[in-house]
């Protein structure tokens, strides 16, 4: 029988029923507890502290202690420390050498250094480290459960269920396998625990600021929700960082795994956004967190200069993955190449020569998922439409933040408190509200969840010169007042009804190229840097690696108006020499003739084919017998 005045572990209680006992047992969660005093990880202990542990736990020969004190055992070594060792130390004793090593691996096994497993769509098992658990088990890095990766694109492919949360995790873990390849493969980078913890924390939370539908929200809502204001998710990602760990009270838990504060949460904020404002523009090197002697590390998360990094990775394999669509890019080839090369007076990540169509690969499946997925025409209107909802819900919505102050959808973003309840679950509070002020959003909304879109009118590309954003606000009032001369209709349409969609594709760099920023190196040097031009690789490769495409919707759903509408469309194609629409003949025919380099001859009538028709007909009647 047990007794509860004895020590141990109690049994667990017998299930009142059968059904209680194939329930799954309540998870405990172990608080966590320095390992000494001073709060700091038993890894990154001195000799002397190491010292300090053995006697207070009972080990108080002086000069045990000072064998360990001449011989420099550290932390750092505990995992490595075996019986021949300290025999060759001079512990003589079989039975002290055994409760030593017994000693010194019960302290290496503290529950608190457990790895956890997480089972990935993606990546399979990872392991995660403690330190990075205890940050995704905050509310605010939970919340990222709640925020559809591709927002609306949902409503358009059903696979794309996936979430900010589980993308995060795979960027940290993609960041620490890039880091270990390189630590491994080159010693001399002098890689250290905390430069790895810190780069895996920094593509943890690069993510932390994404706001209601992911892009839709810094790309669609806010800039018509605030005019003017200058403001990315990167910089949320910072400040919601700096929430989590405060509010959590995570910095001692940090410290004791042997990050140094004052450096590394710089580090970690500069690379999610960049560097500080403070520090910019101040000396050659502008970043504070890590001296230039290790600027490669600021290219695994968010790489500045070409826009290779694991984020991409991560965000490729996992969309694909849901939306049904091939990716043709291959991370696991890039961590077996990668190394880190001099350049100038800089380090940067590079790869070998022979993997340079491999980089060109994964901006092109960049550019095919924005044209087949991001930018679809139908996943696109609708999050136009979820914006419009917003921002006529937006002066009724109230959501409170620290000191109990209230703020709008719009306003959230300026207090970390009140924007950690800001997710995807805004759109069904709104939807299933019963406040009348909420209508005109309810309605919007409403349409949505019937399919009643807003209808599309047709795509343009302009022609040598772009459209700026200057330009934008007045485009539906050129298409309303570009009635065509053959139209018989009386019908006026006006501006407020046309929604124009302006859209730059790109790789990532406008209208450079990427790769002319990235290293490789040869097999017969691979310590000498060199770039190679896209015309070393192949002539297939695009001549320009930017364009804009012109969309543009019908608010009304009605047949007759919207035939109207392209009609008005096509004139303003015409008038601005954009593009001819590619349905251009089918829904204006009377007016493409009107433009002359619309009209392309068939392939037969083309002049540079007239001599090769000829030469087929004088064979045909050559032969003909």
């Known amino acids: 029988m047990w007794n509860p005045d004895r020590e141990g572990t109690p049994k667990r209680a017998r299930p009142n029923s059968l059904v209680d006992g194939f329930c799954t047992p309540e ?11 001073g709060g700091l990880h038993p890894q990154y202990w001195d000799a002397e502290q190491l010292c300090d542990f053995l006697r207070r736990s009972g080990f108080e020969d002086p000069d045990l202690l000072r064998r360990f004190r001449e011989n420099k055992i550290t932390g750092s070594a505990l995992s490595y420390l075996t019986e021949t060792h300290l025999e060759e130390m001079g512990i003589g004793a079989v039975g002290l050498r055994l409760n030593l090593l017994d000693c010194l691996r019960k302290l290496g096994q ?12 993606i990546h399979g098992h990872i ?47 993609l960041a620490g396998r890039l880091i270990r390849a390189l630590g ?13 913890l810190c780069v895996q924390i920094a593509g943890l939370c690069h993510d932390l600021g994404h706001g209601p539908f992911s892009h839709m929200y810094d790309g669609k809502f806010i800039p018509l929700a605030r005019p003017g204001l200058k403001w990315k998710h990167e910089k949320a990602s910072v400040q919601m960082f ?33 560097p500080m404002e403070t520090n910019s523009g101040s000396s050659s090197w502008p970043y504070r967190g890590r001296t230039e002697e290790k600027s490669f590390l600021y290219e ?44 100038k007076n800089k380090k940067h990540i590079c790869t070998r020569d022979k993997e340079v169509g491999n980089l060109y690969d994964m901006f092109h499946t960049r550019n095919c998922l924005h044209r087949r ?32 102050k209230e703020y709008k959808i719009s306003t959230a973003l300026d207090d970390m408190e009140a924007y950690t309840k800001l997710t995807d679950d805004i759109f069904l509070k709104i939807l299933h509200s019963d406040d009348p002020e909420l209508g005109e959003a309810q309605e919007i909304l409403h349409k949505i969840e019937c399919r009643e879109l807003y209808k599309y009118v047709g795509e343009t590309q302009p022609g040598d010169e772009e459209i700026t954003k200057e330009e934008y606000d007045g485009l539906s009032a050129e298409i309303a007042a570009s009635k065509p001369v053959t139209c018989s209709q009386d019908m006026e349409l006006k501006a407020e009804d046309f929604i124009v969609d302006v859209i730059n594709m790109d790789y990532g760099m406008k209208e ?12 017969a040097d691979i310590t000498h840097a060199i770039k190679i031009t896209k015309e070393q690789v192949s002539n297939f490769l695009p001549e320009k690696f930017a364009e804009q495409l012109i969309r543009v919707y019908w608010k009304k759903t009605d047949e007759k108006s919207l035939d109207v509408a392209r009609k008005y469309f096509v004139q303003w194609c015409i008038d601005r020499n954009f593009t001819k629409p590619p349905d251009g003949d089918v829904i204006a025919p009377e007016l493409t003739p009107m433009k002359p380099n619309w009209n392309v001859a068939e392939d037969d009538e083309k002049p540079g084919l007239s001599h090769h028709s000829e030469a087929l007909k004088s064979k045909t009647r050559l032969f003909k017998d």
């Open 127 to 173: 392991e995660i480290h403690p330190l990075l658990v205890r940050i995704i088990d905050t509310p605010q890095f939970q919340r990222l459960r709640y925020i559809k990766q591709l927002g609306g694109t949902y409503y358009v492919f059903p696979g794309a269920t996936h979430n900010r949360f589980e993308h995060s995790i795979g960027v940290g873990h």
């Open 27 to 37: 998870k405990r969660a172990v608080p966590w507890q320095a390992a000494d005093p």
């Open 512 to 523: 450079k190229n990427p790769i002319d920023n990235f290293h490789f190196y040869c097999k």
């Open 110 to 121: 503290n529950g608190a250094d457990i790895m956890k497993v997480f089972n990935d769509p």
């Open 242 to 274: 700096e929430h989590l760990i405060e509010s959590n009270k995570l910095r001692p838990v940090m410290e004791y795994y042997g990050l140094n504060l004052s450096e590394d949460m710089d580090f970690i904020k500069e690379q999610i956004a960049g």
């Open 184 to 196: 491994e493969r080159q010693p001399e980078l002098k890689i250290n625990q905390r430069d790895i």
């Open 300 to 343: 695994i998360v968010a790489n500045k200069r070409n826009g290779i990094d694991v984020d991409k990775w991560d965000y490729f394999a996992r969309d694909c993955h849901h939306l049904g669509i091939q990716n043709n890019f291959d991370f696991q080839r890039f961590l077996k190449f990668a190394r880190v090369c001099q350049v």
């Open 373 to 404: 997925a991001y930018q679809h025409k139908i996943g696109n209107i609708i999050e136009t439409m979820i914006t419009h909802a917003f921002l006529k819900a937006d002066p009724y919505i109230r959501i409170k933040g620290s000191g109990g």
